[in-house]
Structure formats: C-alpha cells, structure tokens
Antibody, heavy 118, light 103 residues
Framework: QVQLQESGPGLVKPSETLSLTCAVSGYSISSGYYWGWIRQPPGKGLEWIGSIYHSGSTYYNPSLKSRVTISVDTSKNQFSLKLSSVTAADTAVYYC???????????WGQGTLVTVSS | EIVMTQSPATLSVSPGERATLSCRASQSVSSNLAWYQQKPGQAPRLLIYGASTRATGIPARFSGSGSGTEFTLTISSLQSEDFAVYYCQLGYTFGQGTKLEIK
C-alpha cells in the first residue's frame, strides 16, 4: 500500500521560506510517476502547486512558479517543497500526492497545516 | 488555461435520494477527468477517474459520465457517509467544489 507523509514546521514567519518534505513508503519513487504538492487554504478549495518526476523534471503552477522549488531525493524515497517569501495568503493545509498514469492524484498524504504568522 | 466550474456550489439532498453534481470545462477536454470526495479534516479521496471508472474500493452507487466540456458525478442513493465536498479535476486544475449537505 502506497503511503505518503508530510512533515515540516507548522508555523512560518512572513517573508521566510516554507519547507516541507513528503516521505513515501510502499512504492519506490524511482519506479516512476509524478509526485506533487497541493494546498488548501482554510475553508477553500484545492490548488495544485507543482509536481516532480524521479528524474528531477518539474512542473509548477504558473501563479506560484517564481517562489516554488520542488526537489526529489530518491535515496530517501522522498520529495520536498520550498515556497519562498511567504505571506498570510500561503496559510493552508499542504498535501503531497502521487499523480497517476491516468492523470489523477490517487494517493494522498494526510496533510499538514502551515500557518504564516509573526 | 482550462477552467473547471462546478455546480451547484451547495446541494441539499435527503438520504436515500439521488444526487447529481456537475463539472464544466471552459473548453473541450480529454476524458481524463477525475472526481474526489473530501470530508472535514481529511485528505481528498479519489472516486472516479477517466470520467467514468470507479477507483478501487469505491461503491457502485458512485458513477461518473460525460465528455467534451460537460461531466457529471451521480450518487444513486445517498448514504450518511456521502455528505461531503466533491471536487472535479483535470490535469492540474481542480474545480471549486460542491458541498453535498443533508436536506
């Protein structure tokens, strides 16, 4: 069974960089698929942030592209998100998920709430 | 950029009745449309992919249909556990969601 688990600080100060990691178990990232980050502000809908392949190839949401970096560490079977220059608008639950060959997100982490506040 | 628009924003239905949720694309798209269910405090769960294929373990009362720009999620006989928010998704774009509430 594929499992994903997000980890990282739950509180980030404005203008700083948000950093999260997604640990994958039950499947080797090196075997394929894209792996992505999605966020959900409190009470709002889902927003795709970006995705990465095991080779390191990335796709980012154009609205966030200038601030986002997603990287992969196949030796640890995990991938990471960095979002720079955060503001209160970046407060959200951040999910990591697998993007399947059928173009959907079939496995999700439980999500982690990140609050941007001084 | 393709925009996915869901309607209605909120749908009130009684248990045992049928619910029909809509998702419209701003332009004709492939049939790689997916539907998700999200309950409070939980991650979204994949229900339907390829517009009409149920994901593993999803009950038969959930069905998807549509093509081109119009897609539909139907829940044939609502159970108490079905009241949640539903999202459609195409590629990297999500609809804004439909909240299915008890009437």
């Amino acid at each position: 069974q594929v499992q994903l688990q997000e980890s990282g600080p739950g509180l980030v100060k404005p203008s700083e960089t948000l950093s999260l990691t997604c640990a994958v178990s039950g499947y080797s990232i090196s075997s394929g698929y894209y792996w992505g980050w999605i966020r959900q502000p409190p009470g709002k809908g889902l927003e795709w942030i970006g995705s990465i392949y095991h080779s390191g190839s990335t796709y980012y949401n154009p609205s966030l592209k200038s601030r986002v970096t997603i990287s992969v560490d196949t030796s640890k079977n995990q991938f990471s998100l960095k979002l720079s220059s955060v503001t209160a608008a970046d407060t959200a639950v951040y999910y990591c998920a697998r993007y399947s060959s059928s173009a959907n997100f079939d496995y999700w982490g439980q999500g982690t709430l990140v609050t941007v506040s001084s | 950029e393709i925009v996915m628009t869901q309607s209605p924003a909120t749908l009130s239905v009684s248990p045992g009745e049928r619910a029909t949720l809509s998702c419209r694309a701003s332009q004709s798209v492939s049939s790689n449309l997916a539907w998700y269910q999200q309950k409070p405090g939980q991650a979204p769960r994949l229900l339907i992919y390829g517009a009409s294929t149920r994901a593993t373990g999803i009950p038969a009362r959930f069905s998807g249909s549509g093509s081109g720009t119009e897609f539909t999620l139907t829940i044939s006989s609502l159970q108490s556990e079905d009241f949640a928010v539903y999202y459609c998704q195409l590629g990297y774009t999500f609809g804004q969601g439909t909240k299915l509430e008890i009437k």
